[in-house]
């Protein structure tokens, strides 16, 4: 080799090795071909290191296998990473993704440019308006607050609204409550949407679904479809996925974005609040806790409709006998659903409740169960403050794979099957701590329909007490031990008159036929409510049919053939 092309060899080198050392501390030189917003792969070295990422940074994704954090991040940013020591790599497709300016579809003319199965923000309250118009029984549309820019000129902003759904015309009839909020984080785009078609999805299978219609009697429904109302509009306009934070000028003064202006809504609840003081950070908590007006407007309504059930000492449980209620805060993204706390790596009083709650919803959406801790702690967060303060089981869903999902993954994916575990959350709400454990009816069907008055009722079920998530071993089994069922009252209503069958099954599922008798019925449609114990003594929540029964009795009769005759 001539000294020529070994000098030529060893600029190579020298220039292969300053590209490596560039891509890995691109925030602390120019950039040529990267644009300043850029997101980034940074190695974390204990879960230390990964809660102090994740309080100053906006860390999007964690990967605990490669102990991998991507943040999204601009050059103030980086040069902060840089000067705490930190290296990281860009990850350029996702960077091209979040600067890719986004356009209608051919045709489109509704929802967000290039993702038509998101409502814009301005559609979303407009849909809450049909749907409270449309079905005034069902439906309530209620004003709990403003938003930030509203409170700083009534004519701008927005209202702070709950959807609340349920039978308005039995007062009387005893009712739970669950709560589902969305949108807290102005760039996640599928947890309004999805809040939102469940409304639709209750409202117009209310008449034609049993266990539809007994959510919507016996349950009261609070969807709050965007917390976050000003941010998700900033966010829809600059179409940059980076807005996060509400709009609060008074923090981060003229900043934007990610790192600009604006609190963390999901950082100013009260319970376990702490001051990030930074007030560009990501993660910025807002200088007390409860500062915003939209955090004021859930707490306060939230309060108002769920009894205080905590006790005074936080570490002794709640009473899981007595408790209601459910909170759910969806978020995205991730794939997981996550329980308290999420402030301390210490246990909850009553985790052993939460964590099959959320193995039952994960079930059902296909996310991981984890306590949400094992994500990386968080302080002053909604699902923290709803357990901490109130006692109400507190949940948060990360739902998706980015903020911004694929429509057809959303249609096929994300939104029925979120909606199964929203709906399995409402079912328990009654008792969450409870029912979370029993077993739930399937296949639940009639040899015939109608039936003759006084007839009896056949019907197929299965009862199964293993639908949980098998996320790391999943939650153990009971066999069937018994069923009950009740027609035109569930079970826990004064005058259900329920009938309990004995089964004493030998798995923990069981598929089977009984007679329902239907003596003393009037003609016309009913409800049979079935439910099913374990061995355990718990009973899980009721799945329900419509059947009827004939309005009139038809007789007995002998016929006679007819004879044709000549007449003569």
């Known amino acids: ?58 860390v999007v994704e964690v990967d605990p296998d490669s102990q991998t954090v991507k943040i999204f991040s601009n050059q103030i940013t980086r040069d902060a990473l840089a000067a705490e020591g930190f290296s990281w ?44 118009a449309t079905y005034p029984d069902l439906v309530e549309l209620l004003d709990i607050g403003d938003s930030w820019e509203k409170t700083q000129d009534s004519n701008a902003g927005w209202d702070m609204e709950v959807l609340m759904l349920g ?13 589902f909020m969305s949108g807290i984080h102005a760039r996640e785009w599928a947890p309004p949407e999805i809040n939102l078609r469940m409304a639709e999805y209750l409202l ?49 003064t003229g900043g934007t974005g990610t790192y600009g202006r604006g609190v963390d809504l999901n950082r100013n609840f009260s319970y376990a609040w702490e001051n990030s003081y930074n007030e560009c950070d990501a993660t910025y908590s807002g200088p007390t806790a409860g500062s915003e007006p939209e955090t004021e407007a859930i707490t306060s309504y939230v309060s108002s409709i769920f009894p205080d059930q905590k006790v005074p000492n936080p570490t002794d449980p709640v009473n899981e006998l007595f408790a209601t209620g459910m909170f759910i805060d969806m978020h995205s993204y991730s794939r997981l659903v996550l329980w308290p706390w999420g402030y301390t790596y210490d246990t909850a009083p009553n985790n052993a409740s939460l964590r099959v709650m959320s193995y039952k919803f994960a079930y059902y959406n296909g996310h991981d169960p984890q306590k949400s801790t094992e994500l990386y702690p968080t302080t002053g967060s909604t699902d923290d403050w709803a357990y901490g303060e109130l006692g109400v089981p507190g949940f948060c869903f990360e739902v998706g794979d980015t903020f911004h999902e694929d429509c057809s993954v959303f249609d096929n994916d994300i939104n029925p ?18 029912l979370a454990y029993g077993p739930e009816v399937t296949n639940l069907s009639l040899q015939t329909n109608p039936v003759q008055p006084g007839e009896s009722l056949v019907v197929n079920y299965t009862a199964d007490d293993r639908l949980y998530s098998s996320y790391l071993g ?25 009938t309990i069958i004995p089964v004493n099954a030998q798995l923990p599922y069981h598929s089977g036929t009984f007679n329902a008798s239907t003596a003393g019925l009037s003609g016309g449609q009913h409800t049979l409510f079935l439910e099913s114990v374990d061995q355990s003594g718990l009973w899980g929540v009721p799945t ?25």
């Open 204 to 252: 117009e299978n209310y008449e034609i679904d049993a266990d539809v219609k007994w959510l919507l009697d016996y349950n009261r429904i609070h969807l709050v479809l965007v917390t976050n109302p000003d941010g998700r509009l900033q966010d829809e306009a600059n179409q940059n996925w980076s807005w996060r934070k509400n709009t609060d000028n008074d923090y981060c």
């Open 474 to 498: 999943g939650i153990p089994s009971q066999n069937i031990i018994s069923i009950r069922y009740s027609i035109d009252k569930p079970a826990w209503i004064a005058g259900s008159n329920y």
């Open 89 to 132: 790599s860009v990850d350029r497709p996702y960077t091209a993704l979040i600067n890719t300016e986004v356009k209608p579809l051919g045709g489109q003319t509704t929802g967000i440019p290039g993702y038509p199965c998101y409502r814009t923000i301005t559609e979303i309250y407009a849909s809450a308006d049909t749907l409270a």
């Open 1 to 58: 080799m001539t000294r020529k092309i070994l000098r030529l060899c060893m600029l190579g080198l020298v220039a292969v090795l300053l590209l490596t050392t560039l891509m890995q501390s691109e925030g602390v030189i120019a950039n040529y071909d990267l644009p300043e917003q850029q997101v980034l792969i940074v190695h974390y070295q204990n879960r230390d290191q990964l809660a102090g990422l994740a309080n100053r940074y906006d």
């Open 544 to 568: 329900a049919i419509f059947f009827t029964v004939s309005e009139t009795q038809v007789e007995n009769f002998i016929y006679i053939p007819f004879i044709q005759r000549d007449i003569p």
């Open 167 to 179: 039978n308005r015309n039995t007062p009387s009839v005893p009712k739970s409550d669950a709560f």
């Open 417 to 434: 099957n979120n909606q199964q575990a929203l709906l399995r959350a409402i079912k328990i709400a009654r008792k969450p701590y409870r």
